[in-house]
């Protein structure tokens, strides 16, 4: 027989139940995954204890729940064109999200959970383009062929150093050289290169060396007597003392706010070839 001072099981009561004991466990679980200091002395069966409680209250509170709750559920289609109401219950005032460990590396997955008939159920987003697309230093990436200029397309002009295959590489002292080629405007999307070689960059020296680092990082020291700062207006020696070109994850050379597909470093003794290479 029951207590007459005790009030009414209500699917509000059962609710914050549910919730209260879900948010221990989730919290004793995360705790644990962060390695965090947790007293474990009999919380294995204080957990085990709990999820026992929170499914017998899950039972009891799907019988309390109202009879909205004995709907039927609407489509899948339906849902994505109102997706503000649970599609169980058909009531909007309580949905939540809820974890769950399965969907934790899916963007696209957002588990809810409504707190009115208890149900539980998982968004699936979907992808349907970009918007604001901007370089690194912010500055809007423009998506059509329209709105590029020759400028958007055209290689150094050799009036800040000597460019390969051009008047400004005519006369240079004998030496080591790293030469970049098949280049593009780093500000040029994949999609709105021009299908050829692109154009001819920057022989760097005379070189002492070039010192390449897990195939990423290219570390160059002028010859005794010679400077490369000229190259690098805007790039400084690093603390090494080498000045730097860095290789991007397409393997592309980037110098100058060009990227380049090919590069080599040799000996240059005289006037370059006048062939495209």
């Known amino acids: 027989m029951s207590d007459p001072t005790t009030p009414p099981i209500t699917a509000e009561i059962l609710d914050a139940i549910c919730v209260a004991i879900e948010f221990a466990v989730q919290e004793y679980e995360y705790r644990q995954d962060e390695?965090?200091?947790?007293?474990?002395?009999?919380?294995?069966?204080?957990?085990?204890?709990?999820?026992?409680?929170?499914?017998?209250?899950?039972?009891?509170?799907?019988?309390?729940?109202?009879?909205?709750?004995?709907?039927?559920?609407?489509?899948?289609?339906?849902?994505?064109?109102?997706?503000?109401?649970?599609?169980?219950?058909?009531?909007?005032?309580?949905?939540?999200?809820?974890?769950?460990?399965?969907?934790?590396?899916?963007?696209?997955?957002?588990?809810?959970?409504?707190?009115?008939?208890?149900?539980?159920?998982?968004?699936?987003?979907?992808?349907?383009?970009?918007?604001?697309?901007r370089d690194a230093k912010g500055?809007?990436?423009?998506?059509?062929?329209?709105?590029?200029?020759?400028?958007?397309?055209?290689?150094?002009?050799?009036?800040?150093?000597?460019?390969?295959?051009?008047?400004?590489?005519?006369?240079?002292?004998?030496?080591?050289?790293?030469?970049?080629?098949?280049?593009?405007?780093?500000?040029?999307?994949l999609a709105m290169r021009p299908d050829d070689w692109g154009f001819n960059g920057p022989m760097i020296g005379p070189l002492d060396n070039v010192q390449t680092t897990y195939g990423q990082h290219l570390k160059l020291t002028a010859a005794d007597g010679y400077s490369l700062a000229h190259y690098f207006p805007d790039r400084p020696k690093n603390d090494e003392g080498f000045y730097d070109l860095i290789v991007d994850v397409e393997g592309c050379v980037i110098h100058d706010g060009c990227r380049y597909g090919d590069w080599t470093v040799d000996y240059y003794a005289g006037k370059p070839e006048a062939d495209t290479p």
């Not at 509170?61 to 503000?84: F, G, L, N, V």
């Open 35 to 133: 390695d965090d200091f947790v007293d474990d002395v009999g919380m294995g069966d204080d957990i085990k204890k709990a999820h026992q409680w929170l499914t017998a209250a899950a039972a009891i509170q799907q019988k309390a729940a109202p009879a909205a709750a004995k709907r039927h559920p609407i489509t899948s289609a339906m849902y994505a064109e109102d997706p503000m109401y649970c599609p169980n219950c058909h009531t909007g005032d309580n949905l939540q999200p809820w974890n769950d460990s399965e969907y934790d590396d899916d963007p696209l997955v957002r588990p809810i959970r409504c707190g009115n008939c208890g149900c539980k159920w998982t968004d699936r987003l979907s992808l349907i383009g970009y918007e604001d697309l």
């Open 139 to 189: 500055e809007p990436i423009t998506e059509t062929a329209e709105d590029y200029t020759d400028a958007d397309y055209a290689g150094p002009d050799g009036s800040a150093y000597p460019v390969y295959m051009t008047p400004s590489a005519k006369d240079l002292p004998p030496g080591l050289y790293i030469t970049l080629w098949n280049g593009y405007r780093e500000h040029v999307p």
